[in-house]
């Protein structure tokens, strides 16, 4: 019988391997434009296939077509939903764009354009720097949640996913997605570590930072699915589609359109069908 540390094992291994997207960043100049297209391209084809044949379709062998359909509009409008109304930066290639009531001094700050503690604009006290340590650490405060706003939205769904698949005696599913999972987190990681190494943190501290944004919300998630359909028998068609409807938003929300309109297009495109392909022989193995 599947118990809830081996469903945060399993999903917290899915999500160290975020932290292997972040290695090219101890060799920033060959981190090229086309290169991070095309990782997000096969991010996305992953998420999408894992969507359809991981979730989709075993929701609709469990349960009715409505109750699937229901969830996977309830999680790309949730979704969508948090999007709009979380403030938080979105991360791309060399910069970060402000969402959900973030504004463009937010995202220069993080690029170490904006103001800090120790520069014009920000109250210093006259007899040493009080102020100026507070401003500091709220600074750095607000960029922890903004930062850690958009990881959440981004990952919170795969781990959900996980731990509704473990909930429902589908253990062949659950093992299935956490290897894809682990699959797209690579290119994910990489996606995220690049516009953070690019701020001047230091190339470890990218590692812990961009593995951390993997293996937390991922765990919670696949704690809080594990638990939720654990109480409610014959939860799991709508929780399968609201986690599948929740990855799809954030594949056409994101991943496809930031890695477009760079003249890197085919590359992207190429390395969804990569991806798509990839999952569905996975899933063939392991089926069989």
């Known amino acids: 019988m599947t118990t809830l540390p081996n469903v945060a094992a399993v999903t917290g291994i899915a999500g160290l391997a975020t932290g292997l997207g972040a290695l090219p960043v101890f060799f920033r100049p060959g981190v090229t434009h086309r290169v991070y297209d095309a990782a997000l391209g096969l991010a996305a084809g992953l998420m999408v296939a894992a969507s359809v044949f991981g979730l989709i379709v075993p929701g609709m062998e469990e349960g009715t077509l409505?109750?699937?359909?229901?969830?996977?509009?309830?999680?790309?409008?949730?979704?969508?939903?948090?999007?709009?109304?979380?403030?938080?930066?979105?991360?791309?290639?060399?910069?970060?764009?402000?969402?959900?009531?973030?504004?463009?001094?937010?995202?220069?700050?993080?690029?170490?354009?904006?103001?800090?503690?120790?520069?014009?604009?920000?109250?210093?006290?006259?007899?040493?720097?009080?102020?100026?340590?507070?401003?500091?650490?709220?600074?750095?405060?607000?960029?922890a949640v903004l930062i850690g706003g958009a990881i959440t939205l981004h990952n919170a769904p795969e781990g959900l996913a996980i731990g509704v698949a473990f909930a429902s005696g589908l253990e062949e599913v659950a093992l299935l997605l956490a290897v894809v999972i682990g699959l797209q987190n690579v290119p994910d990681g990489f996606a995220f570590a690049v516009p953070m190494a690019d701020t001047g943190m230091s190339s470890p501290r990218v590692l812990w930072y961009t593995t951390l944004s993997g293996v937390v919300p991922q765990v919670v998630a696949s704690v809080f699915g594990f638990s939720l359909v654990g109480l409610a028998a014959g939860l799991f068609p709508v929780s399968a589609g609201f986690a599948a409807g929740a990855m799809l938003a954030v594949v056409f929300r994101e991943l496809i359109p930031s890695s477009h309109g760079h003249g890197h297009a085919d590359a992207a495109t190429g390395a969804f069908l990569v991806g798509f392909v990839l999952l569905v022989v996975v899933d063939a193995v392991v089926v069989v």
């Not at 229901?70 to 979105?90: C, D, E, K």
């Not at 910069?95 to 103001?115: H, V």
């Open 66 to 143: 409505r109750a699937v359909m229901s969830g996977v509009l309830l999680g790309g409008g949730v979704l969508l939903g948090g999007n709009y109304a979380i403030p938080h930066l979105h991360a791309q290639y060399r910069e970060w764009l402000p969402e959900g009531g973030a504004t463009g001094d937010d995202a220069a700050i993080q690029t170490g354009d904006g103001p800090t503690a120790d520069e014009p604009g920000v109250e210093v006290d006259a007899d040493g720097s009080p102020s100026a340590v507070a401003a500091a650490r709220e600074v750095t405060l607000r960029k």
